[in-house]
């Protein structure tokens, strides 16, 4: 079976770089600086990675709010790898003070700058006695000590650790902490959507989206709201929810919301969290409710249509059992799972194990399920398929959540099973 890929994991090592992540984690608090001691193209990196998500967030029918912090580099040039580049950070640091009067500073260190052994903290160090502004440094050097995920929780740490103290907590209101495409993202929309439901106010997104004047009041909050995911995100994300109960005394939930029981689930956790059972237990009646008819409504269509599923992605990045179940909620006629060839054994192996939780299913490999496709009605896959007779869903790395996420995921089944378009790909 040919597959075409616009994105492979094969292997659970990082290569990403820690600058993107430490952009990322004040991207959007004003009265922050960021500066990338780095050669010029490094911040054209994190500010195209930023248009991509705006578009991604456009086409995702949601206006995002571009109006980040300013973001500098110290422009690394080849002599600097002979001579060191200590004057240049100097000098982008005496004008980004200048130029944009700052409430704080905060330095990403980049390969280059490992690489020739620049004291980039002792520098940081100076200029804030000197300009008399906090500066948070962080030594990830890009590539060279760290990835992405250490540059975000990095500095998100050192917020928690330098700005917040413990203060008298407001009922009723939360932060969310993470990421996931801001505020206006998909993640956060749906989650304050059922918060305020149940009376609950989000008054802010821990780290990248608080103006940095407001930071403080992250220790208002009654409790923690963490958009996790999996993997890296989930353990990073739990270790900075573990570090604001420790130093600040507020409770947090760390639950993932993806699909229709672990929304459930996660509702009837943050009525208990909060002291708000009755509430939460009213809300997820009306949610279920709204799921009841939607999916009585998709059943006219979904019922017995013969489906493969085609799993690529390593378990770490993929748990099937959110898609397994909104198959068996559509009873859609599960006729194989191919277990496509970008594993190796080792991998493989715990996809197996995580699949025999349901010994009703049928496991192919790629070159067995090259039979299923030709009877199947619908492939939903991991990876696209070069076949363009299918009618393809391919599913996204970061599913969406709560009852709006699983709902949206049907009414993508829903509409390629209702078209009379031979073959084709959608995205959720």
Same mark, same amino acid.
Request: aromatic share 10%; proline share 5%; with cysteine.
């Given at each position: 079976m040919a597959i075409k890929t616009k994105r492979f994991i094969s292997s659970r090592k990082s290569c990403s770089c820690s600058m993107p992540g430490v952009w990322r984690a004040v991207a959007y608090c004003q009265g922050v600086v960021v500066i990338f001691h780095s050669p010029k193209a490094c911040a054209h990196v994190a500010r195209t990675m930023d248009i991509n998500a705006h578009y991604r967030t456009i086409a995702d029918g949601n206006r995002e709010n571009?109006?980040?912090? !300013?973001?500098?580099?110290?422009?690394?040039? *080849?002599k600097d790898s002979i001579?060191?580049?200590? *004057?240049?950070?100097?000098?982008?640091?005496a004008y980004a003070v200048q130029e944009y009067k700052p409430e704080c500073l905060v330095i990403a260190t980049s390969c280059v700058a490992g690489v020739i052994g620049d004291d980039v903290e002792s520098?940081?160090?100076?200029? *804030? #006695?000197?300009?008399?502004? !906090?500066?948070?440094s962080l030594?990830?050097?890009?590539?060279?000590?760290?990835?992405?995920?250490?540059?975000?929780?990095?500095?998100? *740490?050192?917020?928690?650790?330098?700005?917040?103290?413990?203060?008298?907590?407001?009922a009723g209101q939360v932060v969310l902490l993470g990421d996931n495409g801001g505020p206006w993202g998909h993640y956060a929309q749906e989650v304050t959507r059922l918060l305020n439901s149940m009376g609950i106010k989000v008054f802010g997104q821990f780290p990248g989206y608080?103006?940095?004047?407001?930071? !403080?009041k992250v220790a208002t909050a009654e409790a923690i709201i963490v958009l996790g995911g999996r993997g890296q995100t989930h353990v990073?994300?739990?270790?900075?929810?573990?570090?604001?109960?420790? #130093?600040?005394g507020i409770p947090y939930l760390a639950k993932y919301p993806v699909g229709w029981d672990n929304t459930q #689930?996660?509702?009837?956790?943050?009525?208990?969290?909060?002291g708000r059972e009755q509430a939460a237990a009213r809300v997820l009646e009306e949610e279920r409710q709204l799921f009841t008819k939607r999916l009585q409504a998709y059943l006219q269509v979904t019922r017995n249509k013969k489906t493969v599923l085609c799993i690529g992605r390593l378990l770490q990045y993929f748990h099937p059992e959110s898609v397994l179940t909104t198959i068996r909620l559509l009873e859609l006629d599960l006729i194989g799972v191919v277990l496509l060839d970008a594993y190796d054994l080792k991998e493989k192996q715990k996809m197996v194990q995580e699949l025999a939780k349901h010994p009703e299913l049928k496991l192919c490999t790629a070159d067995e399920g090259e039979t299923l496709l030709q009877e199947a009605e619908l492939v939903l896959t991991t990876h696209e398929l070069q076949n363009r007779q299918l009618k393809q869903i391919f599913l996204p790395m970061l599913p969406r959540v709560g009852t709006k996420g699983e709902l949206d995921f049907m009414e993508m089944i829903y509409r390629r099973l209702c078209s009379k378009i031979k073959g084709g790909l959608s995205y959720v």
């Open positions: 571009i109006g980040s912090v !300013p973001l500098l580099a110290s422009q690394l040039e *080849e001579f060191g580049g200590v *004057e240049r950070l100097e000098a982008c640091i520098v940081a160090r100076r200029a *804030e #006695k000197l300009y008399k502004l !906090p500066i948070l030594d990830c050097c890009g590539f060279l000590d760290g990835e992405y995920y250490q540059g975000y929780y990095g500095i998100t *740490e050192l917020l928690v650790k330098r700005f917040l103290q413990p203060l008298p907590r407001t608080m103006a940095f004047k407001d930071l !403080p990073g994300l739990s270790k900075i929810a573990e570090l604001l109960q420790e #130093k600040l #689930k996660w509702l009837e956790e943050v009525g208990r969290l909060l």
